[in-house]
């Protein structure tokens, strides 16, 4: 059966950090991409980062940049999202998902999804 499981959320405090993992089963992740994604109640669902399968090249959504880091361990078949400076608007639930094809914003072109781990920063 081929899954991903998200874990790693909770609640922090602004200025405080999260570290997310994508563990994934029944399939190896070296071959695909693999995007994070949140939405917030209300809001749709946004690509917030991006790592290829080919060169590792990374990408971020704007708000995110300098803030958070994605990146792979194909060892263990784990995507993180390490995630410093948190902000009260980057309270969401929080999703990975793999594509067979590169990096892409567009997230009805991922093939597989997790079931997301909430993430929720307030004081």
């Known amino acids: 059966q081929l899954q991903l499981v998200e874990s790693g959320g909770g609640l922090v405090q602004p200025g405080g950090s999260l570290r997310l993992s994508c563990a994934a089963s029944?399939?190896?992740?070296?071959?695909?991409?693999i995007g994070w994604f949140r939405q917030a109640p209300g809001k749709e669902r946004e690509g917030v980062s991006c790592i290829s399968s080919s060169d590792g090249a990374t990408f971020y959504t704007d708000s995110v940049k300098g803030r958070f880091t994605i990146s792979r361990d194909n060892a263990t078949n784990t995507v993180y999202l390490q995630m410093k400076s948190l902000k009260p608007e980057d309270t969401a639930l929080y999703y990975c998902?793999?594509?067979?094809?590169?990096?892409?914003?567009?997230?009805?072109?991922?093939?597989?999804w997790g079931q997301g781990t909430q993430v929720t920063v307030s004081s």
């Open positions: 998902a793999a594509v067979g094809l590169g990096c892409s914003g567009d997230y009805p072109r991922y093939d597989y």
């Open positions: 029944g399939f190896t992740l070296d071959y695909y991409a």
